[in-house]
């Protein structure tokens, strides 16, 4: 544009509060995620199970169905039920992040677009939480939101005893998600920054799990030890999930050394994205 023309304005509209900023950020990535028609029919396949968990606790107090089998209750919908449930649900939940959250940060880095970004009224952080918010909102929704509604639906079909007997599940439920969450989304996202290519990166995602499993377990036959569990992440997130729910693990290690195990990927994680994830990267020959 001509400066000798004097159209141009600055924009003299309302602005959207800093505080909800990142969510333009993760409207446009869930939009362009959820184009997929693959995405779309898996997303709804994680919520089978859920569907499936929730009939089954209404049979289970279902007077006619249990006089037909004679018997008082087909299964007790103890803390290690809910326990499998997010067993089941984060491992849909790991395949749904392997598959969304390479594509959240790899296409703005390969082409260049973070100049684009971050030349308007956003900081490196509300891109980051911007593009983590799609994959934190879709695996809560198959995770701990689907558990506290079937932990609600048990309250009132067992009664208040039960839920007041149990209401710590609730906690217990809410945090071992989180883990999970938290870690899947951000290796999903740090890989993402890193591996420009987006089926490079869900590869990468997949392998550190698959192989750190193996791996772990030929360091703890060789050497003799239970040191190996530190680096197979499916083993540290079930050891911190057993403590929370009470149950017995077989994990060979600590809680307190899965915990910090856990904390030290989420602050490497983040690590990794603040370093990839600026204005202009400088390349030297």
Known sequence: MAVHKRTYRAYSGTLTPRWRRFLVVSRY????????KLFIFYL??????????????YANHNQALLAL???????????GVFLHFLGVQGTLGFILAAFVGPGLVAPDLANNA??????????RADYILGKAFVLLAL???ITWVPAEILFLIQSTLAGGGWMSANFWMVGSIFLG????????????????????????????LLGIFFFGAGFGQAINAVLHTK???????????????????????????????????????????????????????????
């Open 69 to 79: 089998f004679h018997t008082r209750a087909f299964f007790d919908p103890n803390a």
């Open 177 to 204: 998600s989180a883990v999970q969450i938290l870690i899947f989304t951000l290796l999903a996202l740090a890989l993402s920054a890193w591996i420009k290519r987006r089926l490079a990166a869900g590869a990468a």
């Open 114 to 123: 973070l100049p684009l970004y971050l030349c308007r009224p956003f900081s």
């Open 139 to 141: 695996l809560s929704s």
């Open 44 to 57: 709804a396949l994680c919520f089978f199970y859920p569907l499936g968990c929730a009939l089954a606790l």
């Open 227 to 285: 040191s190996g569990f530190l680096i197979d992440i499916t083993n540290l997130i079930a050891r911190v999930e057993d403590q929370l729910f009470g149950q017995r693990s077989t994990v060979g290690i600590s809680a307190v050394d899965a915990w910090m195990a856990l904390v030290t990927i989420i602050v490497f994680s983040l690590l990794l994205l603040q370093v990839k994830v600026r204005a202009y990267e400088v390349v030297r020959g």
């Open 29 to 36: 990535a869930f939009a362009r995620s959820s184009s997929s």
